[in-house]
């Protein structure tokens, strides 16, 4: 990063400002320009946010307590940048803030959170489980997009994400399909999340 | 976030305009800069990243790029790796995470980490039931404490 060079001038009142006063002024300001785009990119704004993974908008780690098919008790070892920290939710008829119904392949695990600084996130998760075992279908969304694809922002879920973590496993018992949970649900011991 | 392109030449009519549009252009900087950044020009944002590691398969695991990250043992479809805490410890020894994936995009787990002293320990394990990896870039964030 190189340094920000300004110079102080001297003067009193009726003076004549000299042009060159003026035209340090306008070096300065390029040299900011150049020192914040040295190690920042510009976001979808058009301001300046750091460049590269190690600075991130949000980080957070929870630990399972008690997991079911129906709750999932959650605590939270750390966290940061979430207004509302990370929790699972366990889907039943509908897909958490979405209102879409999950039907059967989407009725497991999520992982819900919303952000304190509103905007696109690009997340990052991570497992802590007991032994080697996946996650079958993982899928992160960005619940502030007004409709999948599109670059426009519903104002009220902006800086609210969801991801399905995995999905139950059925037993038959007669005529019905029990839920149960999936290897990886009973392995998974904490979940780290970033986002940037 | 522009650069100013007035240019002040001695002798040359100086109109407010151009006075106006450098400071407009030197705000967009201080509005810029301020985001990310407090009055005394240190970061907003905490830094919870504080380890990463990225490991290549060659015939046998290796690190290829490290900061505070180390691998001690490798095996077909797992590595184990250590995290050097020296400069900060940790909160406590479960305020700490990783994140890792393969060259694939896939994700990878891990073993609860094992924290003995200020190095951190923890056997990581890759998906290889889709197709075989040969990277994987490993990420610890955590909360430590302000040494």
């Known amino acids: 990063m190189k340094p920000l060079w300004h110079r102080l001038y001297q003067s009193g009142i009726g003076d004549v400002v000299p042009a060159e006063l003026l035209q340090h002024a306008v070096q300065t300001q390029h040299a900011a320009v150049d020192l914040l785009r040295g190690d920042h990119e510009i976001d979808w704004q058009g301001f300046p946010v750091h460049r590269g993974l190690r600075w991130m908008r949000a980080v957070a780690k929870l630990e399972i307590v008690t997991r079911s098919v129906h709750e999932v008790e959650t605590r939270v070892l750390f966290s940061y940048g979430f207004a509302e920290a990370p929790k699972i939710e366990v889907s039943g008829s509908k897909i958490p803030w979405s209102g879409i119904p999950a039907g059967v392949p989407l009725r497991g695990w999520w992982l819900t959170w919303r952000l304190e600084e509103i905007g696109p996130q690009a997340v990052a998760l991570g497992f802590e489980t007991n032994g080697p075992v996946f996650p079958r279908n993982l899928l992160v969304f960005d619940a502030g997009l007004a409709i999948p694809g599109s670059d426009n922002r519903n104002k009220d879920r902006d800086g609210r994400g969801i991801a399905f973590l995995d999905w139950f496993d059925w037993r038959e018992v007669g005529e019905d399909l029990v839920d149960e949970l999936s290897a990886f649900m009973l392995a998974l011991k904490a979940i780290t999340i970033a986002v940037r | ?147």
């Open chain 2, 1 to 147: 976030m522009r650069k100013s392109i007035e240019q002040f030449v001695a002798g040359e009519p100086l109109p407010a305009a151009k006075i106006n549009s450098l400071v407009g252009s030197s705000e967009e900087v201080a509005i810029a800069a301020a985001r990310e950044h407090n009055r005394s020009g240190l970061h907003i944002h905490m830094r919870f990243e504080f380890a990463i590691g990225v490991f290549v398969f060659d015939g046998s695991w290796a690190l290829e790029f490290g900061d505070r990250m180390s691998l001690l043992s490798a095996g077909a479809d797992w590595i184990e790796v250590a995290i050097d805490l020296s400069d900060a410890a940790l909160v406590a020894p479960t305020t700490i995470g990783l994140i890792a994936t393969t060259d694939w995009g896939e994700e990878c787990v891990y073993d609860t980490p094992s924290v003995s002293g200020r190095t951190v320990t923890t056997k990581i394990y890759l998906r290889t039931s889709r197709r075989s990896p040969t990277g994987c870039m490993v990420i610890a964030v955590g909360r430590r404490r302000d040494e």
